[in-house]
């Protein structure tokens, strides 16, 4: 069975100078300026901390009032910590012309990163990024190294294996995920599996959806942009019940 690919990434290209400063991919020249406020600011750990989405057209200088729906939410959030321990992928609501928030609890002091991905109604799609800084303890920078051993969540265990074996900047990597036992097996928001692959210095983010499904096999194509660790969490359904489970993914420089 096949589903469309459906992949978005940011890059080195599209980051601004400044580390706080909001990273905007836009498609069109109708894409959305976008801005994100954390409640309360600074963020506390251990407490819940409601992020706030703002979409505005800058052509004509509104809200954004409608979007369009995809794998059956509005919008896709996903916050990552700098030590890649911790990961959260959830839906920001609609509260008005906009507006959207969503409440996340972070664990530690130090860097989170926030990915959004949205689609205002009568434009394109948008990715955008932003650094969120909490006060307080904060774990070293990951240190990442090949794992594609088998994981074990709720009630799925999922294999990874890679052509080509060894991942390369820029070119495409096809992963195929291997759940078990596949009764039950089902799609999630509309797609039998998502991904979220960030760098380990998380600079690039990367979302998408399977190129296709097969029994217990599911595939992603992934393009890798840069020669570091990736860390590749995916999230597959069984029985009603997400399971999610992350791997290491070395990219070496592509050969000359």
């Given at each position: 069975?096949?589903?469309?690919?459906?992949?978005?990434?940011?890059?080195?290209?599209?980051?601004?100078s400044?580390?706080?400063?909001?990273?905007?991919?836009?498609?069109?020249?109708?894409?959305s300026?976008?801005?994100?406020?954390?409640?309360?600011?600074?963020?506390a750990?251990?407490?819940?901390?409601?992020?706030?989405?703002?979409?505005?057209?800058?052509?004509?200088?509104?809200?954004?009032?409608?979007?369009?729906?995809?794998?059956?939410?509005?919008?896709?959030a996903?916050?990552?910590?700098?030590?890649?321990?911790?990961?959260?992928?959830?839906?920001?609501?609609?509260?008005?012309d906009g507006?959207?928030?969503y409440?996340?609890?972070?664990?530690?002091?130090?860097?989170f990163?926030?990915?959004?991905d949205?689609?205002?109604?009568?434009?394109?799609?948008?990715?955008?990024?932003?650094?969120?800084?909490?006060?307080?303890?904060?774990?070293?920078?990951?240190?990442?190294?090949?794992?594609?051993?088998?994981?074990?969540?709720?009630?799925?265990?999922?294999?990874?294996?890679?052509?080509?074996?060894?991942?390369?900047?820029?070119?495409?990597?096809?992963?195929?995920?291997?759940?078990?036992?596949?009764?039950?097996?089902?799609?999630?928001?509309?797609?039998?599996?998502?991904?979220?692959?960030?760098?380990?210095?998380?600079?690039d983010?990367?979302?998408?959806?399977?190129?296709?499904?097969?029994?217990?096999?599911?595939?992603?194509?992934v393009?890798?942009?840069?020669?570091?660790?990736?860390?590749?969490?995916?999230?597959?359904?069984?029985?009603?019940?997400?399971?999610?489970?992350?791997?290491?993914?070395?990219?070496?420089?592509?050969?000359?």
């Open positions: 069975m096949s589903s469309s690919p459906y992949s978005r990434s940011t890059s080195p290209r599209s980051r601004s400044s580390a706080s400063a909001i990273e905007t991919r836009a498609f069109s020249a109708a894409s300026l976008t801005g994100m406020i954390a409640s309360p600011s600074p963020p750990a251990n407490a819940t901390t409601t992020l706030q989405f703002l979409v505005h057209d800058p052509w004509k200088d509104r809200p954004v009032r409608k979007f369009v729906v995809v794998h059956e939410k509005l919008f896709h996903f916050v990552v910590s700098q030590d890649l321990s911790y990961f959260n992928h959830g839906h920001p609501v609609m509260q008005g507006e959207f928030t409440p996340v609890v972070l664990p530690t002091g130090g860097m990163r926030v990915l959004g949205f689609y205002p109604d009568g434009a394109t799609p948008q990715l955008l990024t932003e650094t969120l800084f909490v006060p307080g303890p904060a774990a070293p920078p990951a240190t990442l190294s090949r794992d594609y051993s088998t994981k074990s969540d709720r009630n799925m265990k999922v294999a990874l294996a890679t052509l080509p074996e060894q991942a390369t900047a820029g070119n495409r990597t096809r992963m195929t995920f291997h759940v078990d036992p596949v009764d039950g097996f089902e799609k999630y928001l509309g797609a039998w599996g998502h991904m979220l692959a960030a760098s380990d210095d998380l600079i983010m990367i979302h998408l959806h399977p190129l296709r499904e097969d029994g217990a096999d599911v595939q992603f194509d393009v890798f942009p840069r020669p570091r660790v990736y860390r590749v969490w995916v999230q597959f359904q069984r029985s009603g019940v997400v399971n999610t489970v992350h791997f290491d993914v070395p990219v070496e420089e592509a050969p000359k």
